[in-house]
Nanobody
Framework: QVQLVESGGGLVQSGGTLRLSCAAS????????MGWFRQAPGKEREFVAA????????LYAESVKGRFTISRDNAKNMLYLQMNSLKVEDTAVYYC?????????????????WGQGTQVTVSS
């Protein structure tokens, strides 16, 4: 089981950029499919992006496709989310999670070992 710690959130103006990081401790980080989710106040935690074990393939929510890029560095046990052209509606707490499924999934229940989250606030 990995332990996850997110960082990199902050306050940014609409149209700005942020890069989130997720540091994983524990063994065999590259055994896990990894995902980013977000939760806005009063809303359910929703899928943002996910990446395969090797990093060779990824999946995005329609709302972020073309603006966000998920990546990982297995040698450093790190997961990243590059967020460009940020919008006010991207404001949320962002979480990384790990999955032991054999395929990349959008399903929140397929991920676990959530970190504490990092707050992203986009102002207009």
């Amino acid at each position: 089981q990995v332990q996850l710690v997110e960082s990199g959130g902050g306050l940014v103006q609409s149209g700005g950029t942020l890069r989130l990081s997720c540091a994983a401790s524990g063994r065999f980080f590259n055994n896990y499919i990894m995902g980013w989710f977000r939760q806005a106040p009063g809303k359910e935690r929703e899928f943002v992006a996910a990446i395969t074990r090797s990093g060779g393939s990824s999946l995005y929510a329609e709302s972020v496709k073309g603006r966000f890029t998920i990546s990982r560095d297995n040698a450093k046990n790190m997961l990243y989310l590059q967020m460009n052209s940020l919008k006010v509606e991207d404001t949320a707490v962002y979480y990384c999670g790990s999955s032991v499924l054999g395929y990349v999934s959008r399903g929140r229940d397929n991920y676990g070992a959530w970190g504490q989250g990092t707050q992203v606030t986009v102002s207009s």
